[in-house]
């Protein structure tokens, strides 16, 4: 990993724990609120309800989500980039350098 690659990790890392803060406060408020009218109740009852709006917190989950993704796929750790990543694998055990190992 060079320091560019962890520039990027760091980017990540940031979009993920944004994701988490915003999952909480989505948890805690809800996805939606809703908006009164400005008119007081004639029977000093609730207010009517004008609308139902999307939580702001949600855009900003869908946004972190979103650079989440990128990033986990230019690090390969998603099943299409890893396919993508010419990574090898642990190398295979040479038999005769076993042997001479074991000899030392």
Known sequence: MTTLDAKALELLIEAYVEYRHHCDTLDREGYTYAVYSEEDSDEGGEREIRMIKPHPAAVMKADAWKRIR???????????????????????????EEFLKKRK
């Open 70 to 96: 990128a990033m986990l796929s230019e690090f390969g750790m998603t099943p299409a980039s890893r396919s993508k990543v010419g990574a090898k694998g642990p190398a295979e055990a040479d038999p005769l």
